[in-house]
């Protein structure tokens, strides 16, 4: 028998990645990368080392979420020029849950008690 992963024990943390466009989101599914800026990665990589941490993605001023992924990875310093945009840092690794894109208007009852408990978009 398959003994279970240590991360499967972890607490879960969630995040929303806002993408500039949708061409990075479409990279990132084929890929199984992403890349976020300098500012978001301490962040990202300590919750990344701390919990099982899934990114929800959202194209900015689409109205919708485009799906969410696992982090599988921390941030590396390698770059990636897939995204042909300065301002990025490392890339790491994402398993895709589910490509879907939902309506914010879906999610209205769920609110963030971190964010003043604003809506959740």
Known sequence: SKSPSPRQYMPVRYFIMKSSNLQNIDISQQKGIWS???SNERKLNGAFW????????????????Q???????????????????AGFGGVFKVDWIRKESIPFQFTHH????????????
Not at 53 to 65: D, E, K, P, T
């Open 67 to 85: 799906g969410f992924a696992r982090m599988g990875s921390a941030i590396g310093c390698e770059k990636s020029q897939d995204w042909g945009s």
């Open 50 to 65: 701390e919990s099982v941490v899934y990114l929800i993605f959202s194209v900015q001023g689409s109205g919708h979420f």
């Open 36 to 38: 976020t800026t300098p």
């Open 110 to 121: 769920l609110l963030n008690p971190w964010n003043d408990n604003k809506k959740v978009q």
